[in-house]
């Protein structure tokens, strides 16, 4: 079975700093990885989605990297904002539309 | 595009009722997912359905629970005889293969059984 680790759990800086997140997977047979914040009490939103062809996505403030060999992604977080705290999760799954593993998250605060 | 929406938003029951959960997806999306989410956790996947058709049903998912997608449109997840263990954020979520099947999440239910 699939198991998603993301490392740390919870993280704060101070408003401005760059920042990267964590996320390793155990299974390397990966089809898609994709990265989500979540908000206390609310739904997930899609960050970016690197498809097992790629290596890395960005959007904006955000860029996510995928080493597949190594079993380990990247986010990064450019010039955080108070706006970016939230938990960011990573989900990978094995097969194209197939279900998502996802790992705990990491906790993100950017105190102003 | 509206999203994808949940309904109700927020369910409180008493332990051996049943409640009924429903989901409308993106509108051209014909995956569709139900995930289960506790505090501190990340979600767990229970079932997904292409159209119709439901393809995968997690060990999660006890003979308690039941999901439909009648039409290839919107779902229901129903659980029967809740106990206090079901008490968790119900996730639906929906992906189109022109996408990728990038997942897109709706806000959630959140069960209490009391």
């Known amino acids: 079975k699939q198991e998603v680790t993301q490392i740390p759990a919870a993280l704060s800086v101070p408003e401005g700093e760059n920042l990267v997140l964590n996320c390793s997977f155990t299974d390397s047979a990966i089809y898609n990885l994709q990265w989500f914040r979540q908000d206390p009490g609310k739904g997930l939103t899609s960050l970016l989605l690197?498809?097992?062809?790629?290596r890395e996505q960005t959007s904006g403030r955000l860029n996510a990297s995928l080493d597949k060999s190594s079993g380990r992604s990247t986010l990064y977080i450019a010039a955080s904002q108070p706006g970016d705290s939230a938990t960011y999760l990573c989900?990978?799954?094995?097969?194209?539309?197939?279900?998502?593993?996802f790992g705990t998250g990491t906790s993100l605060t950017v105190i102003p | 595009d509206t999203g994808v929406s949940q309904d109700p938003r927020h369910k409180i029951t008493k332990r051996g009722q049943n409640v009924t959960f429903r989901c409308d997806p993106i509108s051209e999306h014909n995956r569709l997912y139900w995930y289960r989410q506790t505090l501190g956790q990340g979600p767990e996947f229970l079932t997904y359905f292409q159209n119709e058709a439901q393809l995968e049903k997690s060990r999660l998912l006890s003979d308690r629970f039941s999901a439909e997608r009648p039409k290839g449109s919107f779902s229901t997840l129903e659980i029967q005889r809740t106990e206090q263990g079901d008490s968790a954020m119900y996730l639906c979520a929906s992906s189109l293969a022109r996408s990728g099947h990038e997942q897109y999440f709706g806000p959630g239910t959140r069960l209490t059984v009391t």
């Open positions: 690197i498809q097992s062809s790629q």
């Open positions: 989900a990978v799954n094995r097969f194209l539309g197939n279900q998502f593993y």
